[in-house]
């Protein structure tokens, strides 16, 4: 969902920075860190540029991606749906459910 979101931000041509806090004793393991931030570079890499490389400051990772050209980017995950549309055009009608 976040890579999600972050897709949706380059896509308007917005810059994205990618922050990962370590809490309590992650920070024993911060090999974890560099691969879930390996893993959101590799999953964006068809709409952005990496402008800054993971970094350690603190009990933080932050990386900055910036938008590839309009006419270069390719989207990897579908678009959210914002609405339920019924078959004929309009809005499905909601139920009541009471318990």
């Not at 024993?28 to 691969?35: D, L, N, P, S, T």
């Not at 932050?62 to 749906?81: D, E, Q, Y």
């Amino acid at each position: 969902t976040k890579i999600r979101h972050g897709e949706e931000f380059l896509d308007r041509g917005n810059k994205v920075r990618v922050q990962l806090q370590f809490r309590g004793r992650e920070m024993a393991h911060q090999e974890f860190g560099m691969q879930l931030m390996a893993k959101v570079k590799n999953d964006l890499a068809g709409m952005s540029q990496v402008e800054m490389e993971p970094k350690l400051a603190g009990r933080n990772i932050t990386m900055t991606l910036s938008p590839l050209p309009a006419n270069r980017r390719k989207r990897r995950f579908a678009p959210l749906v914002e609405e339920v549309m019924s078959p004929n055009g309009k809005d499905a009608p909601v139920e009541n459910q009471e318990s």
